[in-house]
């Protein structure tokens, strides 16, 4: 009598959130309404009609102030459109996959349109080392894990930009090595 292993038992998937925060949609609607502020000010002051019903900028003097803060508006309305495009393709999403049937571990990441797009690296699961976890504390928090593959160097596996918190950082870092069945490495 044979048993089969279940999905669970010889596929591990973890998702990894990319560009699409919530942080990130908040800087993107914040910068797109400051952006657009500050160029309706400055028209506003050139053309002295009133595009603004909570302030006054018809009183600005156009030359500086009213070129100034139409620049700005200008700045901030590009930086906007460009925040909402790598929100839009997903700029560092994917996900990490470890396959025991098929022997591979892979690294998926979303990346900005062009040539290369997709980050796609695939390696056999006999050349995984380790599962490292890299914690530095300080003004700038870093923690995060790293998959250590034979002759390849190491591959992050944690999002970017906020940090995990301790525990949960542990805890991924030893679930994985459970299921690779590597050493865990730099606790």
């Keep these: 009598m044979t048993v089969s292993k279940t999905a669970s038992e010889t596929l591990l998937r973890r998702q990894i959130l990319g560009a699409r925060r919530l942080s990130n949609f908040w800087w993107a609607s914040v910068t797109a309404l400051g952006g657009l502020g500050f160029l309706l000010a400055g028209i506003s002051s050139y053309t002295k009609v009133n595009l603004l019903p909570f302030s ?17 508006g200008i700045v901030a309305l590009l930086l906007s459109v460009y925040l909402w495009l790598v929100i839009a393709w997903n700029v560092g999403g994917g996900y990490n996959e470890f396959d025991k049937q098929a022997g591979e571990a892979r690294i998926f990441r979303w990346g900005f349109p062009g040539k290369n797009r997709q980050i796609d690296l695939k390696y056999p699961l006999e050349d995984v080392q380790a599962v490292r976890v890299d914690i530095k504390e300080g003004l700038n928090p870093k923690r995060a894990l790293y998959l250590k593959v034979k002759g390849k160097g190491e591959f992050p596996l944690t999002r970017v930009g906020q940090p995990l918190g301790l525990a949960e950082l542990e805890n991924r870092g030893a679930e994985l090595a459970r299921f690779l069945q590597i050493p865990l490495e730099g606790l």
């Excluded at 009183?59 to 803060?69: D, E, N, R, S, T």
């Design 56 to 72: 006054e900028p018809t009183q600005l003097v156009f030359i500086p102030q009213g070129i100034a803060m139409g620049f700005y």
